[in-house]
């Protein structure tokens, strides 16, 4: 089997910390799993760990140089090592994520884990960080509210998209979504989880919400307004191109164009990680 392009994938990226709104942040690296930060009147959550705790240190020296404020609980948008795993790095904070979630990592967490190893030796050069699955140690159905003091941060599951747990944090008071891999913006995610007719509906739901900003999952934030709807529309078409894929009837590589062609993937190298399809489950 061809390797995944993500394992020649080796060159440094460069971090933005950014204020996308009163007390929100985020952490970016040129297409690497995103970190968002929530700063609240007495606690900060952050959405989505890194891949490793020695990654996460990074974030957590970020986080210290504009609050003083303890991190009380970490959000896992979605089950995929590349941002759970550096969860351990948050001392004592609680770990939330949907039911479906916890679902998926009791189900497939250490084949995700071993595979997101392999095909990610950037990410996970720091590997023996790892203490092992990151276990959620706060659940919720669809949707649940985190005050941190007055700020309420709203997470809701709107969909199944990227994978069948997949929620958002919504800070109201500001307008402000993020998102995991529900959106990426000019990157490519991994589909193997993925439940595409839902993942067009989901977005639809997602647009709806009129962000005034949106932290993807991978890539930059999305600041102006009316980011959150307009660009959508190319993540969108991935989607859409991507249910033309039929397993019975074609090949994979055909749909691989097809993705290039109209998904907002423009970084060739990645497309690779398509090949690896492993679920269509909602077609
Ligand atoms: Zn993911």
């Given amino acids: 089997m061809t390797p995944f392009a993500s394992t020649q994938d080796l060159n440094e990226k460069k971090v933005s910390f950014d204020e996308i709104g009163a007390g929100l942040y985020a952490y970016t690296a040129e297409g690497d799993p995103n970190t968002g930060v929530i700063v609240g009147d007495d606690a900060v959550m952050v959405?989505?760990?890194?891949?490793?705790?020695?990654?996460?240190?990074?974030?957590?020296?970020?986080?210290?140089?504009?609050?003083?404020?303890?991190?009380?609980?970490?959000?896992?948008?979605?089950?995929?090592?590349?941002?759970?795993?550096?969860?351990?790095a948050f001392k004592g904070a609680e770990i939330l994520a949907s039911d479906a979630t916890r679902h998926m990592i009791v189900e497939r967490g250490n084949e995700d884990m071993n595979s997101e190893i392999a095909r990610f030796p950037r990410l996970f050069r720091s590997v023996e960080t790892v203490p092992g699955l990151t276990w959620p140690t706060i659940t919720f159905p669809d949707q649940v509210s985190v005050w941190l003091g007055r700020r309420e941060v709203r997470i809701i599951h709107v969909g199944r998209g990227h994978t069948a747990g997949d929620v958002v944090a919504i800070v109201p008071d500001a307008g402000v979504v993020f998102s995991g891999d529900l959106v990426e913006y000019k990157s490519a995610c991994y589909c193997g989880d993925a439940h595409f007719v839902d993942w067009l509906a989901t977005l639809d739901h997602l647009a709806e919400l009129q962000a005034n900003a949106l932290v993807p999952g991978r890539g930059a934030a999305l600041t102006r307004p009316g980011d959150g709807r307009g660009r959508n529309r190319p993540h969108r078409r991935f989607c859409f191109n991507s249910l033309q894929f039929n397993p019975g009837k074609r090949k994979q590589g055909p749909f691989v164009e097809r993705c290039l062609r109209f998904s907002p993937i423009d970084d060739g190298s990645k497309v690779q990680e398509f090949r690896n399809l492993r679920t269509l489950s909602a077609v």
């Fill in 47 to 88: 959405i989505d760990a890194q891949a490793t705790p020695a990654l996460a240190g990074d974030v957590i020296a970020r986080i210290a140089k504009i609050t003083d404020k303890p991190v009380k609980y970490v959000l896992l948008t979605h089950y995929h090592a590349a941002r759970t795993l550096g969860a351990s």
